[in-house]
């Protein structure tokens, strides 16, 4: 049985920094790259970050990019983002997914298994 288990939102000031951490279990070692999505109140999901399984390749959403971190050590099953300089439109259920596909991708139909999602909400 396959398990995409994220932690480490929480509610935040604009400009502190936030760690989430995803644990996949039930997936074959090396087959699957992982990302993060988000969606805040009343806006559809949205690509943040995603990395290969070596962890050698990303890609980030411009709204993101230069404060998120995507991270995969060791090319281990825990993929990291850490969150830095927050600010209040960050505020959104993050959830992370993992891609059986081959390449890393951003789109969200090409993901195959999904987490239950950690709220992060950052006050002005």
């Known amino acids: 049985q396959v398990q995409l288990v994220e932690s480490g939102g929480g509610l935040v000031q604009a400009g502190d920094s936030l760690r989430l951490s995803c644990v996949a279990s039930?997936?074959?070692?090396?087959?699957?790259?992982m990302g993060w999505f988000r969606q805040a109140p009343g806006k559809e999901r949205e690509f943040v970050a995603a990395?290969?399984?070596?962890?050698?390749?990303?890609f980030y959403a411009d709204s993101v990019k230069g404060r998120f971190t995507i991270s995969k050590p060791n090319a281990r099953n825990t993929v990291y983002l850490q969150m830095n300089s927050l600010k209040p439109e960050d505020t959104a259920v993050y959830y992370c997914?993992?891609?059986?596909?081959?390449?890393?991708?951003?789109?969200?139909?090409?993901?195959?298994?999904w987490g239950q999602g950690t709220q992060v909400t950052v006050s002005s």
């Open positions: 997914a993992a891609d059986l596909r081959g390449g890393v991708t951003t789109e969200e139909y090409e993901y195959d298994y």
């Open positions: 039930g997936l074959t070692y090396g087959s699957y790259n």
């Open positions: 990395v290969s399984w070596s962890g050698r390749t990303t």
